[in-house]
């Protein structure tokens, strides 16, 4: 839970390497680079219920 809301690399960027069909409308193309930000993904309330309260128990397998 800690890590959750405290990541370690808050921010990471990666490179496409090929191109990346999403969907049938959306492609990234080989050579972009992307942004993917575990802080903020790891506070979106449909995932993380109540995102900003530290709850240890989130991780229990029964929850």
Do not use: C
Request: no cysteine; charged share 25%; glycine share 2%.
């Amino acid at each position: 839970e800690t890590l959750r809301l405290y990541p370690p690399a808050p921010v990471m960027f990666r490179s496409i390497e090929k191109d990346l069909q999403l969907d049938e409308k959306v492609t990234i193309p080989n050579g972009i680079q992307v942004v993917i930000s575990p802080w903020v993904t790891h506070r979106i309330p449909e995932i993380f219920p109540e995102p900003e309260k530290f709850d240890p128990t989130r991780f229990m397998p029964e929850n």
